[in-house]
């Protein structure tokens, strides 16, 4: 015993300092990973991370830790007061790509996290699970994807999701308990599941579910909030009165874009804060809602694209703060309502898409002093355009294409000296471009497209220094390209910053058509804007053209940086435009699309072109002649090229192989066009469509074959076998017929190609093509026999 008590008594002796320098040593660690020290060794890792991820474009992260040691001085990084810890970072725009970091739950303080606006992709790890201070947090356009796991960020007041892959339900997404949540934007994902799972957020405000997949039911308890969306969904069922109680605090109500039915209850006037209302493109039926005009803040009235019955209610006269509405696309025909001349204070009325016949001047539209928007287009009016419509002095939008309209355009329409659109295409519209148009200094689009004008290109169409958008396609234009149009776009910043200013008016479903058709979405490059137009991003990009900035990126001139920039185009192919290109054009540096296409332009193409940012170059259906411009190779961004149906000639330049974002390209129909196209690059991935008619130039096998990329490097095949006598005849008496049939197969092919119409000359290149592939086949065929 007395030994056990002596051992007990070195044992502790032994084991008490021992653990002391332990717990000192556990405890510095744990103090040292909860301390700043502790929160900027986790930033440095984060660095690294994204350093290794993103090798080339970098955002101002990689500034930390160079200029001072103190992570509360780098930029993003947010201290709390005093500077002990880290609670804030934002990375938002950074360039950051790859997948998302996996320690931010190590910045034990963290309450604010911004990651939007870049590619970050894959799914949302369960390390940001666990981040339970959290009380902003920001993913919105990124790619992130797969369901979400938000269940223990029990702190958060504002969530913004919006514009990724995310899918699943909502309520294993958000917080199991989301007492706290004042703002949720969901929108711009694949959400699903029911809606009434809302019910527990009992703080919540601001509520946007807008471009997902939720269907069924409606929630019932969205009066209570501030603002609801949930345009752009699959929800069928009515909306019932039990929606709109008394005590309803709805200021924005966005229902528009899903398939409700039946009639609006008319107990929606309990909202008697409502300023925006929203049921374009739904099912609605019945008479528009009569009690709608005791809303007294109304502001925005959206009821287009459904089946309201014709009759406008007197009481919508009492919306006095009433600025924009739109009925359009409700089937509404004869005459305009008379009502409409009565809206004195409208600033955007929007009718498009009915079947109006008559009725412009008798509305008493034209009297709308007051109006900044107006679209009628999409209608059946006919007759001349209405002069009267240059008395609405403080127009900014005009859209009266896709009508019946004839005979000239107004010289008085350049009197509207505030006009940034002026859209009259697809009308029967004929007499010349009117040089008036020249005083519309502000004015960004001019679509006069498929009509039926006629004489010259004004000059003074150089004066509009903001027209960045000109599409004259369509017509029977003729005369010379004016040197002065080269002026046009140089100078849009004016306009912009006047937009930048002030609040521009809230953008609807009617801006967005326009958008889509203004932005000429023919073209390749434009294409994938359809494949984002959803109504939030609409509102987006219509709202980032008003005000200057770009959309998507576009490289400068030789340049292989891409930048936002705002990118121009300029379009004029299907008319009798006659002449040179000048080589000013190469000074329109907004100009991103040129489309000369099937004119009668001639000369040789401008060196001048390389200096432009430009996404597609047509100039097919021509008379241009000499060289190709080894200079176009230097338009790092070109992606269509179509150089077809000209009379160029010399040696192909294999400088356009440097055009690697290539995705339409054709030079057929060039007949003194040699040389050979490269066996590699982007120019070998091109079907033989894109070479027919040229008979000088060298095309690969691989292409001629209709491959879609050389073949395969193999040991060289056994020589063929010796050809027969018969062979060899064939051979002279083809040699001796091309020799003698030479001279009058050019004169015949510069006859045809000065003709347009080389129908018979594909037809022979092609059974070329074929016999070629045949005689190749039967070699192969006899080496394996």
Same mark, same amino acid.
């Given at each position: 015993?007395?030994?056990?008590?002596?051992?007990?008594?070195?044992?502790?002796?032994?084991?008490?300092?021992?653990?002391?320098?332990?717990?000192?040593?556990?405890?510095?660690?744990?103090?040292?990973?909860?301390?700043?020290?502790?929160?900027?060794?986790?930033?440095?890792?984060?660095?690294?991370?994204?350093?290794?991820?993103?090798?080339?474009?970098?955002?101002?992260?990689?500034?930390?830790?160079?200029?001072?040691?103190?992570?509360?001085?780098?930029?993003?990084?947010?201290?709390?007061?005093? =500077?002990?810890?880290?609670?804030?970072?934002?990375?938002?725009?950074?360039?950051?790509?790859?997948?998302?970091?996996?320690?931010?739950?190590?910045?034990?303080?963290?309450?604010?996290?911004?990651?939007?606006?870049?590619?970050?992709?894959?799914?949302?790890?369960?390390?940001?699970?666990?981040?339970?201070?959290?009380?902003?947090?920001?993913?919105?356009?990124?790619?992130?994807?797969?369901?979400?796991?938000?269940?223990?960020?029990?702190?958060?007041?504002?969530?913004?999701?919006?514009?990724?892959?995310?899918?699943?339900?909502?309520?294993?997404?958000?917080?199991?308990?989301?007492?706290?949540?004042?703002?949720?934007?969901?929108? %711009?994902?694949?959400?699903?599941?029911?809606?009434?799972?809302?019910?527990?957020?009992?703080?919540?405000?601001?509520?946007?579910?807008?471009?997902?997949?939720?269907?069924?039911?409606?929630?019932?308890?969205?009066?209570?909030?501030?603002?609801?969306?949930?345009?752009?969904?699959?929800?069928?069922?009515?909306?019932?009165?039990?929606?709109?109680?008394?005590?309803?605090?709805?200021?924005?109500?966005?229902?528009?874009?899903?398939?409700?039915?039946?009639?609006?209850?008319?107990?929606?006037?309990?909202?008697?804060?409502? #300023?925006?209302?929203?049921?374009?493109?739904?099912?609605?039926?019945?008479?528009?809602?009569?009690?709608?005009?005791?809303?007294?803040?109304?502001?925005?009235?959206?009821?287009?694209?459904?089946?309201?019955?014709?009759?406008?209610?007197?009481?919508?006269?009492?919306?006095?703060?009433?600025?924009?509405?739109?009925?359009?696309?409700?089937?509404?025909?004869?005459?305009?309502?008379?009502?409409?001349?009565?809206?004195? +204070?409208?600033?955007?009325?929007?009718?498009?898409?009915?079947?109006?016949?008559?009725?412009?001047?008798?509305?008493?539209?034209?009297?709308?002093?007051?109006?900044?928007?107006?679209?009628?287009?999409?209608?059946?009016?006919?007759?001349?355009?209405? $002069?009267?419509?240059?008395?609405?002095? =403080?127009?900014?939008?005009?859209?009266?294409?896709?009508?019946?309209?004839?005979?000239?355009?107004?010289?008085?329409?350049?009197?509207?000296?505030?006009?940034? $659109?002026?859209?009259?295409?697809?009308? %029967?519209?004929?007499?010349?471009?009117?040089?008036?148009?020249?005083?519309?200094?502000?004015?960004? +689009?001019?679509?006069?497209?498929?009509?039926?004008?006629?004489?010259?290109?004004?000059?003074?169409?150089?004066?509009?220094?903001?027209?960045?958008?000109?599409?004259?396609?369509?017509?029977?234009?003729?005369?010379?390209?004016?040197?002065?149009?080269?002026?046009?776009?140089?100078?849009?910043?004016?306009?912009?910053?006047?937009?930048?200013?002030?609040?521009?008016?809230?953008?609807?479903?009617?801006?967005?058509?326009?958008?889509?058709?203004?932005?000429?979405?023919?073209?390749?490059?434009?294409?994938?804007?359809?494949?984002?137009?959803?109504?939030?991003?609409?509102?987006?990009? +219509?709202?980032?053209?008003?005000? %200057?900035?770009?959309?998507?990126?576009?490289?400068?001139?030789?340049?292989?940086?891409?930048?936002?920039?705002?990118?121009?185009?300029?379009?004029?192919?299907?008319?009798?435009?006659?002449?040179?290109?000048?080589?000013?054009?190469?000074?329109?540096?907004?100009?991103?699309?040129?489309?000369?296409?099937?004119?009668?332009?001639?000369?040789?193409?401008?060196?001048?072109?390389?200096?432009?940012?430009?996404?597609?170059?047509?100039?097919?259906?021509?008379?241009?002649?000499?060289?190709? &411009?080894?200079?176009?190779?230097?338009?790092?961004?070109?992606?269509?090229?179509?150089?077809?149906?000209?009379?160029?000639?010399?040696?192909? &330049?294999?400088?356009?192989?440097?055009?690697?974002?290539?995705?339409?390209?054709?030079?057929?129909?060039?007949?003194?066009?040699?040389?050979?196209?490269?066996?590699?690059?982007?120019?070998?991935?091109?079907?033989?469509?894109?070479?027919?008619?040229?008979?000088?130039?060298?095309?690969?096998?691989?292409?001629?074959?209709?491959?879609?990329?050389?073949?395969?490097?193999?040991?060289?095949?056994?020589?063929?076998?010796?050809?027969?006598?018969?062979?060899?005849?064939?051979?002279?008496?083809?040699?001796?017929?091309?020799?003698? =049939?030479?001279?009058?197969? #050019?004169?015949?092919?510069?006859?045809?190609?000065?003709?347009?119409? &080389?129908?018979?000359?594909?037809?022979? $290149?092609?059974?070329?093509?074929?016999?070629?592939?045949?005689?190749?086949?039967?070699?192969?065929?006899?080496?394996?026999?």
């Amino acid at each position: 015993m007395l030994l056990e008590g002596k051992a007990d008594s070195r044992c502790s002796t032994f084991i008490t300092p021992m653990f002391l320098i332990l717990i000192t040593a556990f405890a510095a660690a744990v103090s040292g990973s909860f301390s700043l020290d502790g929160d900027k060794e986790v930033l440095m890792h984060l660095k690294s991370f994204i350093e290794e991820q993103n090798r080339v474009n970098r955002g101002r992260y990689v500034e930390w830790n160079q200029r001072s040691s103190n992570p509360c001085d780098w930029h993003g990084v947010l201290c709390s007061n005093g =500077g002990a810890r880290i609670i804030g970072l934002d990375l938002s725009d950074s360039k950051i790509s790859g997948n998302i970091f996996n320690n931010f739950s190590a910045l034990t303080e963290l309450q604010y996290l911004d990651l939007s606006k870049n590619t970050l992709n894959g799914p949302v790890l369960d390390d940001l699970n666990r981040c339970h201070n959290l009380m902003y947090l920001n993913l919105s356009h990124n790619i992130l994807e797969g369901e979400l796991n938000l269940t223990g960020l029990t702190s958060l007041e504002k969530l913004d999701l919006s514009t990724n892959r995310f899918q699943g339900e909502v309520k294993f997404s958000l917080p199991e308990f989301c007492h706290r949540l004042v703002v949720a934007n969901l929108s %711009g994902n694949s959400f699903s599941g029911r809606l009434d799972y809302f019910d527990g957020c009992s703080n919540l405000q601001y509520l946007d579910l807008s471009s997902n997949s939720f269907g069924g039911n409606i929630w019932t308890g969205f009066a209570r909030l501030i603002e609801f969306s949930l345009s752009g969904n699959y929800v069928t069922e009515s909306v019932t009165a039990s929606c709109f109680k008394e005590n309803c605090s709805l200021q924005v109500l966005d229902l528009s874009e899903n398939k409700f039915h039946g009639e609006v209850p008319v107990e929606i006037s309990n909202c008697k804060n409502l #300023v925006t209302l929203n049921l374009w493109g739904n099912d609605f039926s019945g008479p528009i809602p009569s009690v709608l005009g005791s809303v007294s803040t109304l502001e925005g009235l959206l009821l287009g694209n459904n089946r309201f019955s014709r009759v406008i209610p007197e009481s919508l006269l009492n919306l006095k703060n009433l600025a924009l509405l739109d009925l359009s696309k409700n089937s509404f025909g004869g005459e305009v309502q008379e009502i409409f001349g009565r809206f004195k +204070w409208l600033k955007s009325l929007a009718l498009h898409g009915n079947s109006y016949t008559d009725g412009l001047l008798s509305s008493g539209i034209h009297k709308l002093t007051n109006m900044s928007r107006l679209d009628l287009s999409y209608n059946n009016f006919s007759g001349g355009l209405p $002069v009267e419509i240059s008395r609405i002095l =403080g127009l900014e939008f005009l859209i009266l294409a896709y009508n019946q309209f004839t005979g000239d355009i107004p010289f008085e329409y350049g009197d509207l000296s505030n006009l940034q $659109v002026l859209d009259l295409s697809f009308n %029967g519209l004929s007499g010349s471009i009117p040089a008036s148009l020249g005083n519309l200094r502000s004015l960004l +689009w001019l679509m006069l497209a498929n009509n039926s004008l006629t004489g010259e290109i004004p000059l003074e169409l150089g004066n509009c220094t903001s027209l960045l958008w000109l599409n004259l396609a369509n017509n029977q234009l003729s005369g010379k390209f004016p040197l002065d149009l080269t002026n046009i776009g140089r100078n849009p910043n004016p306009t912009f910053e006047s937009n930048r200013k002030r609040k521009l008016m809230n953008v609807g479903p009617t801006e967005c058509l326009v958008a889509k058709r203004l932005l000429n979405m023919d073209y390749s490059p434009l294409r994938f804007v359809y494949t984002i137009f959803t109504m939030k991003t609409c509102r987006s990009i +219509w709202d980032r053209l008003l005000k %200057g900035y770009g959309f998507f990126q576009i490289c400068a001139g030789g340049s292989l940086v891409r930048e936002y920039m705002v990118s121009g185009f300029l379009q004029l192919s299907g008319n009798q435009i006659t002449g040179d290109i000048p080589s000013d054009i190469g000074e329109m540096q907004h100009l991103s699309v040129l489309d000369f296409g099937s004119n009668e332009f001639s000369g040789e193409m401008p060196i001048e072109l390389e200096k432009l940012s430009l996404l597609v170059l047509n100039v097919s259906g021509n008379r241009f002649s000499g060289r190709i &411009p080894t200079e176009i190779g230097n338009i790092k961004c070109l992606q269509d090229l179509d150089l077809s149906q000209n009379n160029f000639s010399g040696i192909f &330049p294999e400088e356009l192989s440097k055009l690697t974002d290539l995705s339409n390209f054709n030079i057929s129909f060039n007949p003194f066009i040699a040389g050979r196209i490269p066996v590699t690059g982007q120019l070998a991935t091109f079907g033989k469509e894109s070479f027919l008619g040229n008979p000088l130039l060298q095309i690969p096998n691989f292409i001629l074959d209709g491959q879609l990329s050389p073949p395969s490097l193999s040991p060289p095949p056994p020589p063929p076998p010796s050809k027969s006598n018969d062979e060899s005849e064939f051979w002279k008496a083809l040699l001796t017929g091309y020799g003698c =049939g030479m001279p009058f197969g #050019v004169a015949m092919l510069c006859f045809t190609f000065r003709k347009r119409e &080389p129908n018979w000359f594909v037809t022979i $290149v092609d059974g070329i093509h074929e016999w070629k592939a045949k005689r190749l086949l039967k070699r192969k065929l006899a080496r394996r026999i």
